[in-house]
């Protein structure tokens, strides 16, 4: 059974730092697509892509975040990170990890929140 389970939310002042990690059991992230999504309270807010990193090497990021996160996988630990530095209010949401394999099937975390204190 392939199981995501994310850590490492917590609530932080703005302008600090967290490091989100997202492990995997019964599956691993090598060559799978994986990414961060995140999605903030209140209504008509969608879930948005925030990072990704492609099996086939390429990296991506929101423009809302670029500078500021960065995504990095460590395959040792099957376990993909993502760095959040000076953090901001607007990123206050439960954040999710994703994996999808080569066949397009997708996994998904249960979400770590973070808050960002003004």
């Known amino acids: 059974q392939v199981q995501l389970v994310e850590s490492g939310g917590g609530l932080v002042q703005a302008g600090g730092s967290l490091r989100l990690s997202c492990t995997a059991s019964?599956?691993?992230?090598?060559?799978?697509?994986v990414a961060w999504y995140r999605q903030a309270l209140g209504p008509w807010k969608q879930r948005e892509l925030v990072a990704r990193s492609t099996h086939w090497g390429t990296i991506d990021y929101a423009r809302s975040v670029k500078g500021r996160f960065s995504i990095s996988r460590d395959s040792a630990n099957n376990t993909i990170y993502l760095q959040m530095n000076d953090l901001k209010p607007e990123d206050s949401a439960l954040y999710y990890c994703?994996?999808?394999?080569?066949?397009?099937?997708?996994?998904w975390g249960q979400g770590t929140q973070v808050t960002v204190s003004s």
């Open positions: 994703s994996s999808q394999n080569q066949l397009g099937r997708e996994s």
């Open positions: 019964g599956t691993t992230f090598n060559g799978n697509t």
